[in-house]
């Protein structure tokens, strides 16, 4: 497994991990239809315009495709620069796998190097997996979201965890 930040270049691999991704779960904010619209251009504009903004995204690369990543959304305003959201996907086959630990871990270290102070993420309240994954790594409840997602008609909440940086 090789773990690195994405580059412009991995556009169209990462899109094709992407689609795959939000095709295996309803934990993700966008749907798979919204994914499969999604062009190898849009994709090198939104890498370029993250990696110029000082945010950054880890991927985890395995037999040459990507199976996982982590994003760090740093907020623009001098005020807000201490702060970061967060996103983390894996493919599905490779869960338990240790992945998302691995990214975690780099995500955090980079942040660190980059002075951020806090990272923020939202999951799905009814996601236990995960929220038992940001909880053994130090996250901490901080609000709840009242119908997060609206999945076929129906309302999902959502909580927001918060992880301070030392």
């Known amino acids: 497994m090789i773990y690195r930040f994405v580059r412009e270049s991995d556009a169209s691999a990462y899109l094709e991990f992407f689609r795959v991704v939000v ?14 619209a999604m062009t190898v251009e849009d994709e ?3 890498i370029r315009n993250t990696n110029g903004s000082g945010s950054f995204s880890i991927i985890a690369v395995a037999d040459g495709s990507i199976c996982g990543s982590c994003d760090i959304r740093i907020q623009n ?9 967060m996103g983390i996907a894996v493919r599905k ?16 270290a980079e942040a660190k190097r980059r002075g951020i102070r806090i990272i923020g993420l939202t999951v799905r309240a009814d996601n236990k997996r995960a929220i038992a994954f940001y909880k053994r790594n130090g996250f901490e409840f901080s609000g709840g ?10 309302y999902v909440d959502g ?6 940086l030392k």
């Open 23 to 36: 095709s295996e779960t309803d934990n993700l904010a966008c749907s798979a239809k919204e994914a499969a």
């Open 44 to 46: 090198q504009s939104f």
């Open 77 to 85: 305003r001098k005020r807000l620069r201490h702060r970061a959201e």
């Open 93 to 108: 086959e490779y869960w338990g796998a240790g992945i998302a630990q691995h990214l975690l871990e780099e995500a955090i």
């Open 145 to 154: 979201l009242r119908m997060l997602f609206c999945l076929g008609g129906n």
């Open 159 to 164: 909580e927001q965890y918060e992880l301070l």
